[in-house]
């Protein structure tokens, strides 16, 4: 397999004080919203380095952090192993291609990766499964964009999302009580010139 842009960034992916803020605020957020408890394991679902399951591990039980890049794992591998987190763990995983693994979760939190992914009702119906019944999933990601946060180079198969539409998709593979919230909005350099607004919703839903 060649080596990704994800696999080629991860060494310098925290060094970004924008992306380390939005993962706090995130985070944050998640705690908002979800009454957290010492019981609960959690995925942290395209964890990359492990910003948001480190974020929350301090408040469960245990954080798995899956990922599809083994150079974004390595620095997560090396976070947990140096910092002694016997309650943490790192698994590559695609839920696009792979089977789903067959331990059970109480939380999956994705932040920022759904818009990396084509097929969202496979992966969504994988989280569905991945949940413990009245399990949350707690989804983080831009709202809907014109397609300018990434640079023409590096493409992505969806420029945010509708919330509205999000939610119906989550109550098609059997959640229920969804809601959602504005995390943050925040402005970047836009590859055309200038600096554009964009903003970031949490939904979260409950497996029946």
């Not at 080629?8 to 925290?14: C, E, I, L, Q, Y």
């Amino acid at each position: 397999m060649s080596e990704s842009y994800f696999d080629r960034a991860a060494s310098g992916w925290d060094d970004q004080p924008r992306r380390v803020q939005l993962v706090k605020a995130t985070g944050a957020a998640i705690l908002r919203e979800v009454q957290l408890s010492k019981t609960m394991d959690v995925l942290d679902y395209g964890c990359g380095t492990g910003l948001l399951g480190l974020y929350l591990l301090a408040h469960v039980r245990s954080v798995t952090g899956a990922d599809n890049s083994p150079g974004m794992l390595e620095v997560l591998n090396k976070k947990i192993s140096e910092g002694g987190l016997s309650t943490m763990r790192a698994i590559r995983l695609d839920l696009e291609n792979d089977p789903v693994p067959d331990d059970r979760f109480d939380l999956v939190a994705v932040g920022m990766a759904m818009h990396h992914i084509a097929d969202v009702d496979r992966v969504l119906l994988a989280f569905h499964t991945l949940l413990r019944p009245g399990g949350v999933l707690c989804i983080a990601d831009l709202d809907t964009e014109p397609g300018v946060f990434h640079p023409a180079s590096r493409p992505v198969p969806h420029h945010g999302f509708d919330r509205v539409e999000l939610k119906s998709r989550l109550v098609r593979h059997g959640f229920t009580d969804s809601r959602d919230i504005t995390v943050t909005t925040f402005t970047k350099p836009v590859e055309a010139g200038g600096e554009r607004e964009f903003s970031v919703f949490l939904i979260t839903a409950r497996r029946q």
